[in-house]
């Protein structure tokens, strides 16, 4: 059985920092694309990051580009995101999905989704 996850989520002031993980089993993700999404209250599940599990090749979106990083551990089978200077409009819950192939950036065509964590940032 596939599964992804989600730990790490909290409350944090903003300026502060948290780190997500999305441990991933059930099957072999070496050749999938491993997301971050984010849905806020009365929103649209939007992308955050993005890693190629072979290779390591990122992609952000440019909201968070410059404070968050996305990076995986191989041996752990497990996705990171490291957010800092986290602000108020981060807040969300926050989720890791797998895909094979296609646009990063679309919800679209991702197989296999976590549960979800809440991020939530003060001010």
């Known amino acids: 059985q596939v599964q992804l996850v989600e730990s790490g989520g909290g409350l944090v002031q903003a300026g502060g920092s948290l780190r997500l993980s999305c441990a991933a089993s059930g099957r072999t993700f070496s050749s999938y694309i491993m997301g971050w999404f984010r849905q806020a209250p009365g929103k649209e599940r939007e992308f955050v990051a993005a890693i190629r599990w072979s290779g390591g090749s990122t992609y952000y979106a440019p909201s968070v580009k410059g404070r968050f990083t996305i990076s995986r551990d191989n041996a752990k089978s497990t996705v990171y995101l490291q957010m800092n200077s986290l602000k108020p409009e981060d807040t969300a819950v926050y989720y890791c999905?797998?895909?094979?192939?296609?646009?990063?950036?679309?919800?679209?065509?991702?197989?296999?989704w976590g549960q979800g964590t809440q991020v939530t940032a003060s001010s």
């Open positions: 999905a797998a895909k094979l192939s296609g646009s990063y950036v679309s919800t679209s065509g991702y197989e296999y």
